[in-house]
Nanobody
């Protein structure tokens, strides 16, 4: 049972990246999904969350209007579209499947975690 995050890389300020989170070993179609990030020396922080049907979303204030979370349940995959990237967005990004069908901003409400994908925003 695992989540595989991908799509990270080096991008210039103002650029865009799309992260993907694919499930394997079991389905997460009935689970809320979340994206978190962790910069060196800092705690893991909530970025965005999505309900199981994709009709309810939540974002950290720092990414509102720039990032968009979505999912394709047919593919058992979640996405994080990141636009207008800033140097302070540099971090390892993790996707996670929630314990229930809703999303949460709390790390403790997520049971399964991907391995992380590094996003570096730099000129």
């Amino acid at each position: 049972v695992q989540l595989q995050a991908s799509g990270g890389g080096l991008v210039q300020p103002g650029g865009s990246l799309r992260l993907s989170c694919a499930a394997s070993g079991r389905t997460f179609r009935n689970n809320g999904m979340g994206w978190f990030r962790q910069a060196p020396g800092k705690e893991r922080e909530f970025v965005a969350g999505l309900s199981w049907r994709g009709d309810n979303t939540g974002y950290a204030d720092s990414v509102k209007g720039r990032f968009t979370i979505s999912r394709d349940n047919a593919k058992d995959t979640a996405y994080l579209q990141m636009n207008s990237l800033r140097p302070e967005d540099t971090a390892t990004y993790f996707c996670a499947a929630a314990i229930g069908s809703s999303w949460s901003s709390q790390v403790s409400r997520y049971r399964y975690w991907g391995q992380g994908t590094l996003v570096t925003v730099s000129s």
